[in-house]
Antibody
Framework: EVQLLESGGGLVQPGGSLRLSCAAS????????MSWVRQAPGKGLEWVSS????????YYADSVKGRFTISREKSNNTVYLQMKSLSAEDTAVYYCAKDGASQWLVRPPDYWGQGTLVTVSS | DIQMTQSPSSLSASVGDRVTITCRASQDISNYLAWFQQKPGKAPKSLIY???TLQSGVPSKFSGSGSGTDFTLTISSLQPEDFATYYCQQYSSSPPTFGGGTKVEI
């Protein structure tokens, strides 16, 4: 059974940093790209970042480029999203998702985590 | 960026109804179109990819069609568990973009 368990969300002040983690299990971790998708309160879904199965290639939405860094660690089957210079516009539930292929934009997400809430406020 | 427009933004339906949701892309995306279902307070659930291929475990009452710029999601016989918000997403080019959602209400 595929499981994705996010952690690391919380309340952070504007300009602060936070690292989200997504522990994956139930599938061959290195064989699939992984993505982060966020949802601001009462709003729709927004793609944030993706990383290929190999970890060699990463991709970012313009809204987070230069501030967020995605990475993955195969030793513990975990994907990370390091976030810095956070602003109120980054307040959202952040979902980790397993893509359907090793390369990005070949297959969309097929499994999602339960999400972790990030609130940026003073 | 490719814009995805869903219609309607919301609809009211009854148990047993056949429901169709439309998604239009601002440019040709071939069949690189996915559908997701989201219930309040829950994570999205993947339903369909490649415009018409059901994800594993998704019941056959869900179907998708279309190519190019115009796509539809159909629920053949609406059940209580199907009341949710549905999103389309294009993954033809970066950045992948979502439609604004269609809320299916009782």
């Amino acid at each position: 059974e595929v499981q994705l368990l996010e952690s690391g969300g919380g309340l952070v002040q504007p300009g602060g940093s936070l690292r989200l983690s997504c522990a994956a299990s139930g599938f061959a971790f290195s064989s699939y790209a992984m993505s982060w998708v966020r949802q601001a309160p009462g709003k729709g879904l927004e793609w944030v970042s993706s990383i290929t199965g190999s970890g060699f290639s990463t991709y970012y939405a313009d809204s987070v480029k230069g501030r967020f860094t995605i990475s993955r660690e195969k030793s513990n089957n975990t994907v990370y999203l390091q976030m810095k210079s956070l602003s109120a516009e980054d307040t959202a539930v952040y979902y980790c998702a397993k893509d359907g292929a090793s390369q990005w934009l070949v297959r969309p997400p097929d499994y999602w985590g339960q999400g972790t809430l990030v609130t940026v406020s003073s | 960026d490719i814009q995805m427009t869903q219609s309607p933004s919301s609809l009211s339906a009854s148990v047993g109804d056949r429901v169709t949701i439309t998604c239009r892309a601002s440019q040709d995306i071939s069949n690189y179109l996915a559908w997701f279902q989201q219930k309040p307070g829950k994570a999205p659930k993947s339903l369909i990819y490649a415009a018409s291929t059901l994800q594993s475990g998704v019941p056959s009452k869900f179907s998708g069609s279309g190519s190019g710029t115009d796509f539809t999601l159909t629920i053949s016989s609406l059940q209580p568990e199907d009341f949710a918000t549905y999103y389309c997403q294009q993954y033809s080019s970066s950045p992948p973009t979502f439609g604004g959602g269609t809320k299916v209400e009782i």
